[in-house]
């Protein structure tokens, strides 16, 4: 069978078949599924039926994969998935819903702003691969919006500001948009703010895009009510529908995306019902901004 890609829009989200993910791929279906990413920055697997395993050979085609540790309040106690697994499901150990109040339910609600995978590591994510196990009769879509059109589209003078402004990304900041700040003293360590440009260039098309995320809580030099105020109207600029694509999730759906040129976010759905999807994600290779002198 031969990897072809059928898009959604013309340069964003295509749909891939005659690729099987239960089996080790050849290299020209890596290169084939890499160029579509490079492309489409978001592809979408229809009927992928793979297990933990198989999820985490096909990811590791494309990179190292990144240490899930550090991402969420979650201790390695409480982890109803191996470690190299991110967990973005609404269950507990026993597979089941976690209850309306429960604090790792609370924390993971942060899912539900915009925003892009690991930008509040100091190397941020390349990309996240997730699988769609179990999905609620309705409710649960990921939005995803096309920062390289989004950039595009900003006026010239507005390019010119933004070219070389640095930005802090914390989990500290997303989730006390929620409310959430009832934090340990070794969760806020763990969160310590990391710097990120807020204009990154992609490393093979050379296209430009936004390097937005609710995660942003300043921008470095600015005072933070005008950073953050800044970010919000970027944000609404970038999150217009037409540079947003809605994802409907089917069972067995496996979605993979570009976290350099991509937001994403989860939308609301009954918490009652599983909602069993499994990420994994490739690390980056490098920084995009020097991290001297974060608070």
Known sequence: MTVTIQPYHPDFVGEVSGVDLTRPLAPAEVAAIEAG???YAV???????ITDDQQLAFSRNFGAI???SGG????????RLRPEMNDVSNLGRDNQPLPRDDRKRMFNLGNRLWHSDSSFRAIPAKYSLLSGRIIPPSGGNTEFADMRAAYDAVDAATKE???DLVCEHSLLYSRSQLGFTE???EEKAMFKPVRQSLVRRHPVTGRKSLYLASHIGGIIGWPVPEARA???DLTEHATQPEF???HRWRQYDLVMWDNRQTMHRVRRFDDTQVRDVRRTTVAGDAMTAAQSAVA
């Open 183 to 185: 934090l340990t003293p």
């Open 161 to 163: 500001e933004i070219a």
């Open 244 to 246: 947003v694509h809605v």
């Open 72 to 79: 969420n309040i979650t201790k390695a106690s409480e982890k």
């Open 37 to 39: 990413m490079d492309e």
């Open 43 to 49: 592809l979408v697997f229809h009927d992928q039926q």
């Open 230 to 232: 800044f970010i919000r």
């Open 66 to 68: 990144e240490d899930a």
